[in-house]
């Protein structure tokens, strides 16, 4: 019986695209205004500093990643030494414009009758600066206290120790099916996908469950819950 349900942040309850699309705006902004030498730089330079950085990096906390990816953006203008500033400027845009999509807060208040919630995540999406403030009865972040990201089976664990009850009666709901399906299944928890672009799910990978919106998860619990019977 399921009694607990974990929430991923990032793509899941939180629509981060955009809002990184505007701190890197904002990002861009300011290096033209510092600099002639950065109207050669594009946008689309400084969404691929992310990737470019990012595999060294990955598991390394998000912050740490972003500002690895600004600082390559400024070298592109000989701006190097206003990487402190640009990365404050970054952050207050990304979490300003951070909010969750249209059905997080309806489907939440639903879910929250039957089900504890928690919100665990390997980002730097603080609940409380993304319009979830008191959604949830337990957080986890990666790097907290050493916790290591997703899919390490330490991640799990300490969310299985933070529900407080035993892995099988909780559900594991994100976008990503590494992370928020087969690691929770791995570690005896359900994982349930939540697949928003429609993609196509690999015959190696079976979620317990699949909803394209989280209207839709209550149903799909429901269901689970009778088919364990």
Not at 32 to 44: G, H, I, K, W
Request: aromatic share 6%; hydrophobic share 50%; net charge negative.
């Amino acid at each position: 019986m399921l009694t607990v349900l974990v929430f991923d942040a990032d793509e899941t309850l939180l629509d981060l695209r955009p809002a990184v699309t505007g701190g890197l705006v904002a990002v861009l902004e300011e290096m033209r205004r510092l600099t002639p030498a950065a109207a050669e730089v594009s946008l689309a330079d400084l969404e691929s500093d992310w990737g470019a950085v990012f595999g060294a990096l990955s598991a390394a906390p998000v912050q740490e990643i972003r500002r690895a990816a600004l600082a390559r953006s400024l070298a592109r203008a000989d701006l190097a030494e206003h990487l402190d500033e640009v990365a404050a400027l970054f952050f207050a845009r990304r979490f300003a414009l951070t909010r969750p999509y249209a059905d997080v807060l309806p489907a939440l208040a639903t879910l929250r009758r039957d089900f504890r919630l928690g919100y665990a995540t390997n980002g730097n999406s603080r609940a409380e600066r993304c319009g979830l403030a008191g959604e949830f009865a337990f957080e986890r972040y990666a790097h907290d206290g050493g916790l290591p990201k997703k899919p390490d089976p330490a991640f799990y664990a300490a969310v299985v120790e933070a529900a407080g009850v035993p892995a099988e009666q909780i559900a594991y709901v994100g976008d990503s099916l590494a992370h928020d399906v087969v690691g929770p299944q791995r570690a005896g928890l359900r994982g349930i996908w939540l697949n928003r672009l429609g993609l196509p799910c690999p015959p190696e990978v079976r979620p317990d469950a699949e909803v394209a919106t989280l209207a839709a998860l209550p149903a799909a619990l429901a269901a689970l819950q009778l088919k364990a019977r």
